[in-house]
């Protein structure tokens, strides 16, 4: 992707490139980083992002990546934030290119980055694509020690949302008549797969009630059997039958 874009405090006008188009669930585009040459001769790596609303066709700044960078890519996860991975950044330190590791999250709706999990090999010009489980596969691309043929797997954070009715949040205590079984559903911001569940959760517990604690009788049980998780895309939630 090749953008004319304005300094925020100059004003200088410069192209740039190696810039990924990411598309988000608010029908807006995040455009993010790049290699700018700007009109005066100079030139750099942007951390500068900017989101483009195709209703207004309009372009407008949003946050800053955490390291600028160029030549990496940009994944809408399930969750609706926007995965930045890989590339190449300059170092000043050493006044040098070099590839980070460090991965960043873009939140549309704070419109902020925050730092994310690291790769354990930095690359530059790589794929991340999205896959059925909500993981990001990371793949390909070069570094200093030339072009590597490995690839890794990112796991998107978890964005417990809470359980919805028929079980309440705590401090409830939720009552339910013995063999029972109860829709528990919960939501993790979107659709993360169906390896939510930690091998051998949900588990019982035997527990001492608070005195005094509020307590609610659960309005919906199925019949019991086996249990299972399933998810309803319609409204955003798991369901795990229990």
């Known amino acids: 992707m090749i953008r004319r874009i304005r300094h925020r405090t100059s004003g200088l006008e410069y192209l740039a490139w190696f810039a990924p188009v990411s598309p988000t669930f608010t029908h807006r585009t995040l455009i993010a980083g790049g290699w700018a040459a700007v009109q005066n ?14 209703a207004t066709k309009t372009f407008t700044d949003t946050g800053s990546l955490g390291i600028g960078r160029y030549g990496h890519t940009g994944t809408l996860l399930n ?3 926007v995965l930045i991975t890989g590339g190449g950044a300059f170092d000043p330190a050493s006044n040098a290119l070099y590839n980070p590791t460090t991965g960043e999250l873009y939140d549309p709706t704070t419109e902020t980055f925050t730092a994310t999990g690291s790769m354990s090999s930095g690359r530059g ?53 013995a063999g029972s079984a109860i829709p528990v559903k919960f939501g993790l911001g979107g659709y993360m797969g169906m390896g939510v569940l930690a091998p051998g959760y949900p588990q019982s517990v035997r527990i001492n009630c608070a005195a005094g604690a509020p307590q609610d009788a659960v309005e919906e049980t199925v019949t019991a059997g086996s249990s299972s998780l399933s998810y309803d895309a319609a409204t955003g939630r798991y369901i795990y039958v229990w």
């Open 125 to 177: 010009h790589l794929t991340a694509t999205l896959l059925d489980d909500a993981d990001v596969l990371v793949a390909g691309g070069g570094n200093a020690n030339g072009i590597t043929d490995s690839a890794e797997l990112y796991t998107p954070p978890y964005a417990f949302m809470g359980f919805f009715p028929p079980v309440d949040n705590l401090p409830t205590y939720n009552r339910a008549r």
């Open 79 to 81: 969750n609706g934030m």
């Open 41 to 54: 001769g100079a030139d750099g790596i942007l951390a500068d992002a900017t989101l483009y609303d195709p």
